[in-house]
Each structure stands twice: as structure tokens, then as C-alpha cells.
């Protein structure tokens, strides 16, 4: 079946410094590709998608590439901000389904 | 106000008890989704439902139960609650042809 793979966190940066957090796919066809963002006490919200490889999803100074010789959709930042502070979910949608398969989360806390 | 709202927003119940967490949409959006948060699993699917009167089951369906009589209201109903029911449970919903999901604030659930 469809699953994601995200790396742990905690993730711990300073203010300005570059985010990178990892995610790998499984899917048996062409899947659609997601991060969306959870702000402490409040619902995920989507932040940036692509659709097809090579596509950049791009939003709020982050993007990710649909890597599909890799399977993955790797999160990037150059300079995050205290706001940044959140749980990120990689997901993927598959085989046309409205379902939507998340990865366990990535927190990320950023100190001034 | 317009948007998807769950309630309600905390609750604890005792084991066996029955319990049912609310969620209604403004948006007339198609499709709505269950989801229980827990640590080191992220996000799981319950139940979801593609129009009025059509359900079905997700990941983790067991102890749960659904009905959609109405397009904007999806409760989720917790028969006779267990401990391992204590989560965070997420509504979301998503138009027919976007594999975007609009979630709620989520309902956090402690059976004792």
C-alpha cells in the first residue's frame, strides 16, 4: 500500500538558518504530493503541493520538488523565521482516491 | 462563520461510555474525513464519506461508528469508549476533483 516516510524530529534551528526535512514516498502509480503545516492548537493546513514530477510546490518562502526517480518531496526553507514553528506532514494522494496518506510528522522549533 | 468546525472542542468521558464528536462544513464540500492524531503515527484515516448516505471505512474503523444523513454534517460516534480511544480526532473535508483537505481545529478525547 501507500505510505511516507518523514525524518524525525524534534527538529531545533536558529533564526535564518536553512531547513531541510526529508521525505521518501511509496505508491503504486502517480501520486499527487503535499506538506501541509499544524500550528500548535490548530488543524492542518495545506502548504504547498505538486502534482506531477518535476513539479516545485512552492508557498510562504518553502518549496518542495516531486522527485519521481527518488520518490521523494523533500521540505526546503533558506532562512526560517520563530514563526515557522510547527508540526510539518508530507502526504500523498493516490489511484484518483480523495484519500490522503500522511507521514508520522516532523516538529520544528525555531529559536531567536 | 464559514468553514468546518468541530465540538466539541475537549472532552472526557469515562470507558464505556458512548460519546459522539461533531463536525459540520459550510463549504457543501463532497467529501469529509475522520482522522485520530496520535504520537509516533501521525495522522489515520477512521471513516470517510464521498457524498450524503455514502460511508466508508478507513485505516482504523474499529470501535467507531459514522453517519452522514446531511451533505454539511459528519458526526463520528465512539460506541462504548476504550482508553486506547483517547486521541485527537480531526474532521476534514475536501471538493469532488481536489485532493485538498480542509480540516477542522480537532476535538481532543481523553477516556479515563
Known amino acids: ?112 | 462563520d464559514a468553514g468546518i468546525t468541530q465540538s466539541p472542542r475537549y472532552k472526557i468521558t469515562e470507558t464505556g461510555r458512548q460519546v459522539t464528536l461533531m463536525c459540520h462544513q459550510t463549504w457543501s464540500h463532497s467529501y469529509m474525513f475522520w482522522y485520530r492524531q496520535d504520537l509516533g503515527h501521525g495522522l489515520r484515516l477512521i471513516y470517510y464519506s464521498a457524498a450524503a448516505d455514502i460511508t466508508d471505512k478507513g485505516e482504523v474503523p474499529d470501535g467507531y461508528v459514522v453517519s452522514r444523513s446531511k451533505t454539511e454534517n459528519f458526526p463520528l460516534t465512539l460506541e462504548s469508549a476504550t482508553r486506547s480511544q483517547t486521541s485527537v480526532y480531526f474532521c476534514a473535508s475536501s471538493e469532488d476533483n481536489s485532493y485538498e483537505q480542509y480540516f477542522g481545529p480537532g476535538t481532543r478525547l481523553t477516556v479515563t
Open chain 1, 1 to 112: 500500500g501507500d505510505s511516507v516516510t518523514q525524518m524525525e524530529g524534534p527538529v531545533t534551528l536558529s533564526e535564518e538558518a536553512f531547513l531541510t526535512i526529508n521525505c521518501t514516498y511509496t505508491a503504486t502509480g502517480y501520486p499527487s504530493l503535499f506538506w501541509y503545516v499544524q500550528y500548535p492548537g490548530e488543524g492542518l493546513q495545506l502548504l504547498l503541493k505538486a502534482t506531477k514530477a518535476d513539479d516545485k510546490g512552492s508557498n510562504k518562502g518553502f518549496e518542495a520538488t516531486y522527485r519521481k526517480e527518488t520518490t521523494s518531496f523533500h521540505l526546503e526553507k533558506g532562512s526560517v523565521q520563530v514563526s515557522d514553528s510547527a508540526v510539518y506532514f508530507c502526504a500523498l494522494s493516490d489511484r484518483g482516491y480523495q484519500k490522503v496518506t500522511f507521514g508520522t510528522g516532523t516538529k520544528l522549533q525555531v529559536i531567536p
